[in-house]
């Protein structure tokens, strides 16, 4: 029941599926541990597998609905766990792009912008990846303070202010930014191109693989066509995007634990002591046992 990237066989999903999931092992399968740590120690941004995901199309029909994507695209949970969970159990980091662009998309697809949904759509189709601009520097994620302001401007609204702790914005085809309207105080989800010159990508606030950053709007125009949700709506799909992430965040909480279950297992049952393997004591047993048995809980309870 635990995964095992020799043994898992996707054969409940269909062919399109079967290939994508074994495609993604395989990935970081002939990356080779020595490689991937040296990557992760080295802070590398992992283009590869971003070209490598284009390539096979996967973050595109797992994150795409079947109203809006092409063939294989549909938001189909049962793989979607599968698919945190290899990510988990092969590195977080790599793990961290797909979840913040679920984030990103989450305001999209909840929204009634039919042209930003096919818009997005196309994006993803071609490759890239998405985030979600909620938390500021003084505030976190305490949306009822948030600082982006959208004023009003001839051609529709110029955005102002600053995001900060937002994964992917380094390449983000788009952003859904949260804000609120200066005259009427109402809030609002709008699409931002981070390739835009209004658009200031300040850093990366973490030191490690993935990209966490820092930016700032300065007076970057905001049309009609680029609205996702105002009001009620706005703050619903904040909420409710956020709790589409938790169930990726136990996924691939289960993928990390299974790994560091093998590693533990592993250099244990290799080891001698008095002429014993490790993994025959009575104490070690009664460890492993209580590890596995919590593993498979989690499993049970997060399938549920």
């Known amino acids: 029941m635990l995964f095992n990237p020799h043994t898992y066989d996707p054969a409940a999903y269909d062919t399109q599926t079967q290939r ?11 990356k080779g541990l020595a490689q991937m740590k040296d990557e992760y120690h080295a802070r590398s941004w992992y283009q590869d597998f971003l070209d490598f995901n284009a ?16 063939e294989g695209a549909r938001w189909d949970t049962a793989r979607i766990n599968d698919l945190n969970e290899i ?5 977080l980091a790599h793990w961290y792009a797909w979840q913040v662009t679920v984030l990103g998309l989450g305001p999209v697809w909840m929204s009634d912008n039919e042209q930003a949904k096919q818009l997005v759509g196309k994006l993803l189709g071609s490759g890239a990846i998405f985030g979600f601009g909620l938390s500021e520097k003084e505030h976190g994620a305490d949306i009822y303070s948030t600082d982006m302001i959208l004023t009003e ?13 937002i994964g992917n914005g380094n390449v983000a085809g788009r952003l859904s930014v949260f804000g609120k ?9 709008f699409l931002v191109d981070t390739q835009a010159p209004e658009y200031d990508l300040k850093q990366n606030v973490c030191d490690s693989q993935m990209f966490v950053s820092e930016f700032a709007l300065h007076d970057y125009p905001v049309s009609k066509d680029d ?11 904040a909420l409710a995007t956020v709790n589409v992430g938790k169930v990726n965040l136990g996924w691939a909480s289960i993928g990390i634990c299974e790994h560091a279950f093998y590693e533990a297992v592993t ?3 290799h080891r001698v002591l008095y002429g014993t393997k490790v993994t025959t004591f009575a104490h070690v047993r009664r460890v492993f046992a209580d590890a596995y048995a919590r ?3 989690m499993k049970l309870y997060s399938a549920r």
Request: net charge negative.
């Open 267 to 269: 250099p244990a049952d």
């Open 55 to 70: 390539d096979e199309g996967i973050l595109a029909a797992f994150g795409t609905p079947a109203e809006v994507g092409g």
């Open 181 to 189: 309207f200066a005259d009427s105080g109402e809030y609002v989800f």
């Open 153 to 165: 401007s001839r051609d529709g609204w110029v955005a102002n202010g600053g995001k900060y702790y």
């Open 87 to 91: 990510l988990g159990f092969y590195s």
């Open 227 to 237: 609205i996702l949700s105002t009001g009620k709506a706005a703050w619903d799909a």
């Open 20 to 30: 994508q999931l074994r495609a993604l092992i395989q990935f970081f399968e002939n």
């Open 295 to 297: 593993l498979l809980a």
